[in-house]
């Protein structure tokens, strides 16, 4: 099953009665589920829909030649996590974003190697504590628009709090218009990634 966000999956792991495990892909975005084989189909549906409904997430079901894709992949567990092991992806996810955070703003403005480093480990130690300080059963359930702007505008002081102890003016702006884009890659920034990553044609 496919989810539109990083859900509360662990909940799962709580329907006893019908599932043995709950695992979340690298991206966040699918979920995996090993049922009890003792739980009858119609147990599995009411499970999954309960916890789907309490967490107003939005899921859809993978398409087959998907499914056989993601079913080899899951087999060997090697890029899925499950419970606390999530949070070794929220911490690889917080490097990731300081890290681009800081190419931003050097594309702007030339920081130096030392000031570079120093701003991408703080600005990671930020999302960590972020990312690994989250309540699963905060009012996100009943009201999940606010939540999610009253954390980005915690983290956004944070960053900028941060760029003050680091940054002269100049870099500061520089760091501001980087946070304006927000955290996740730019379609640009996609394409410089495709664009590294692809292998070269050879003639």
Known sequence: MEANQNPSFWALENKNEAVSEAWLNRTGTVIAVVWKRTASPGLRKIAAETVFDENNMTVTGISDPEYKKMLDDFGNRKNWYRGKDVDKLSVEEADVIAKRLVTRVNSKTSLSKEKSEKLQAE???VFKSTFLNLDPTAEIN???EKV??????KVENQILEVGKKHLNETEMEALKDAVSLGWRPTEKENKNIKSCCSPKKTS
Request: no cysteine; aromatic share 8%.
């Open 142 to 144: 009943s009201n999940e």
């Open 123 to 125: 600005l990671a130690s």
């Open 148 to 153: 999610y702007k009253q954390n980005e505008q």
